[in-house]
């Protein structure tokens, strides 16, 4: 075990080039000949496209083409599609409407392509844009649920009468309906979980070449998942076979869940590459950014607790619509169902669960899985019901929440999944200690003789991450396999090169990965790399989301490197002419134990290349390659306290504390672990007090740059106080599961209970701005 | 960006003959309005002429009784500035309010008073401390010089060239920041004159842009104290309401936020 190894903050090892500026992004990237694509969006929420004039536009500077949604049909590349099949409670299939990469008749979002540029440079390609004309019939849109399922209210897609796509239930509606007619007391609840935008910090770009002489296409793209990319146009958008198309995604900067979806803009420079036989290059802005990354979140929901008479819960039911925009995205059926639904158990005992869920079409960007997806509506429902449940009930929120934890694992809920383990009192305690929950009444009183009203707000959250058996993904209706892969390569000088397919775009892979093998073989880490991101190199993968990557990729690492150090033992033992079950690994060498004979592990892999000298019948080489298939999710869990105060004369928030206990398992990098937590306490905060898209009534984004879309700041935001309270998880040798996205699933009903409790008033929705909390206070 | 041309401006009186020559021609100050609107294709001038390195434009002087702050000083170097520090210490806490370190390293007094953003903080300060702006043709005293949303008195190819602050006996601004964008969702500015009068503006509240608060002057003029705005009622009528505060909110705020600036002139 060398001092690199799992459990050591290592410093992040790919951070010298991002801090010195030298990372290499899709723009980055230049390729003799490219031209520039530039995209002809609608300004309408919903209209016919009646004609399209590029007269004009063909003769500008610079032009090589003006391409339109009905050129790209009628060359037959395929419909955007959804990878996740989910059935109604009537067991019709889901009502999905077409998605063509470029509209060839009906747009219906502001944003949504109708023709692209392909032109010399990129203002060249804008000023011509400029000059195309586009006739648009205009039609009455839906920007919100409720204007969807209107009677009468214009409707989005022939396929899906009402707008909806489908009205999906999980649970047993005759013991919920038991339990309450028992119940002692019943607490309802009604919540929006806002929409937001994901604004990773680069914008989507792609660049796309065709080489005309072998029929074969690269695409260099900002993805969290080049394989499934590949896989996606290749065998359902019909640019390329998989062998003809190679997909790169080099330096990714950030994605929560954004850039796990293949868009229109990817495929369309794919096509055009080969239309205009140039490499064509797409960089969105900001703006397009705001208006084609899929959206998240935008639940509203309708939720009912019962409690018997010691308060122990006895039934759950919840009723939410999930507003889908204008088109399903790649996963965005799952993320309301079975990344939502399956998580209403929370950390508590709940013997009876309803749910359902009405997938609704709208007027306005797609909306997909965005970090945390579906858990955080999950946790931010729940525990803002347990909280308002508390005060009705007139007991401690802590106290109530701690009566009905869950205690014993594993333990199956009422949803699907079974939890594995976990210690929800470690958790809750080690918050309460951290914050001093006990002292709060008398810090209460104190502010409140200067002024400021106090308030404190717990949230215990559970997540499913890990995701997870394939065989379980794919009975609910998954399109994919959700393993991952891996291949160690042992260079015959003893180096290491890691293959992954596992996608790092923040997450730190090219240092914990490395730790990992550190771990086993005593190594400093400097002597492995991480190759990642490129189709022709890493041999397959599922890539990054849903806090995967260590759970998943990293166990498929383990697996691979038992099989390196099998064979590696075995050339080992041959050459200090020792059994095999007596060399053991330590500092990079292999050793019979208890002897001083030993062989370094360049040597071993030197023989190994060499094969001068192997054993006999082994096959020379030092390369194995592991697929593997997780058997459950794993669940991390955690206790968020937030304690601060409101200016009743403002509205306006202040933190005075906020800690944080997790459950993570074991961690491999405790200060990446600590990166990835206080990232997703921002997102988290950030939709709780900043964050919130809005449409007007035409459908048209209000929210459409960060002059009104209100992205955290470090000032807005407190210094964080974590702590770990871990149970090793027993379904992966290395007891992890995860830690990407808590923060941002168990951060928000924090922050909105002990606003609540700082007003006196349950009626608040997020974002809680200063203007929202000073009219709940003030009316 | 569409093509422009830019210039750099030696002098004031260059600057002017460049704009004569120019079809469409702009003056550029710190850029932090104009620059993002051409970014977004909004605006398309023929001709950019650069006032930022006019010397003539640069620097803070005291005065017998005030100060003088040339139109391109920027808003960092108000803040900062020793001067106004010691002359008009809410003047220089208002410059240190602005945006953010990158703004205020580049945007300066007179971009942000030509361009009159309603919601802009300098023109609070203008307006309330009385100030007299200079231009290349005239003087114009504060109380005439704001026209209305992103309008000024200010004719075609006026060059703002300083402004001129008196020193008042009190002095406060006092800010709510809009969470997005950082400028005034409200702010407003108090001021009592040496002869006991006193002068109160906000910005960022009105759908007319910065204006006089007229209830609040007359409580302050009796009674120079935070309690004394308590019975105020400002009418919500007239002021702006969009996704960040309503129009009631915002009248509230004027209440609050003259109460505060009140507290930091003492």
Known sequence: MGVEGIGASVVRKEDRRFITGQGRYVDDIKMVGMSYAHFIRSPHAHAKVKGIDSAEAMKMPGVIAVLTGQQIVDDKVGNLICGWAITSKDGSPMKMGAWPAMAPETVRFVGQAVAVVIAETKNQAKDAAEAVVVNYEELPAVPDIKAALKAGAPQLHPEAPGNVVYDWHLGDEAAVKDAFSKAANVVTLELTNNRLVPNAMEPRAAIAHYDQAEEHYTLYTTSQNPHVARLVLSAFYNIAPEHKLRVIAPDVGGGFG?????????????????????????????????LTDAHGRDHVSKAEMAFDKDNKIVGLRVKTHANFGAYMSLFSSAVPTYLYATLLSGQYVIPAIYAEVMGVYTNTTPVDAYRGAGRPEASYLLERMMETAARQLKVDPAELRKKNFITTFPYQTPVIMAYDIGDFHASIDAAMKAIDYAGFPARKAKAKGEGKLRGIGVSCYIEACGIAPSKAVGSLGAGVGLWESAEIRVNPVGTIEVLTGSHSHGQGHETTFCQIIAERLGVPVSQVSIVHGDTDKVQFGMGTYGSRS???GGTAIVKAMEKVEAKAKKIAAHALEASESDIVIENGEFKVTGTDKSIALPMVALAAYTAHNLPDGMEPGLKETAFYDPTNFTFPAGAYICELEVDPGTGKTSFVNFVAADDFGRLINPMIVEGQVHGGLAQGIGQALLEGVVYDGTGQLVTASFMDYTMPRADDLPSFQLSHTPTLCPGNPLGVKGCGEAGAIGASAAVINAITDAIGNNKLEMPATPDRVWHAIHG | MYETTYHRASSVDDAVALFGKGTEAKFLAGGQTLLPVMKQRLAAPSDVIDLSKVKELIGIEPTGDGIVVRAATTHYD???????????????????????????????IGGSLANNDPAADYPAAVLALGATIKTNKRTIAADDFFKGLFATALEDGEIITAVSFPVQAKAGYAKFPNPASRFALTGVF????????VR??????????????????????ANWSAGAIDGVTIPSAGLLADIHGSAAYRANLIKVMAQRAVITAG
């Open chain 2, 190 to 197: 108090v001021a009592r004159t040496p002869a006991g009068d």
């Open chain 2, 200 to 221: 109160v503006a906000a910005t960022g509240a009105s759908q007319s842009g910065v204006m006089r608060v007229g209830p609040i002057e007359a409580a302050l003029k």
């Open chain 1, 550 to 552: 260590i759970a998943v």
């Open chain 2, 78 to 108: 108000v803040a900062t500035s020793n001067v106004v520090q010691k002359a008009i210490p809410a003047l220089a806490h208002l410059a240190s309010l602005i945006g953010d370190p990158a703004v205020r390293h580049r945007g300066t």
């Open chain 1, 258 to 290: 954004s850039k796990i979806y293949i868009y229109p803009e990817e495929m369309v420079a794919l096509w055009a590459s080969k239309k205009v036989n140039r490499p064509v290059k797409w960089t969105g802005d900001r703006s397009e950014a705001f």
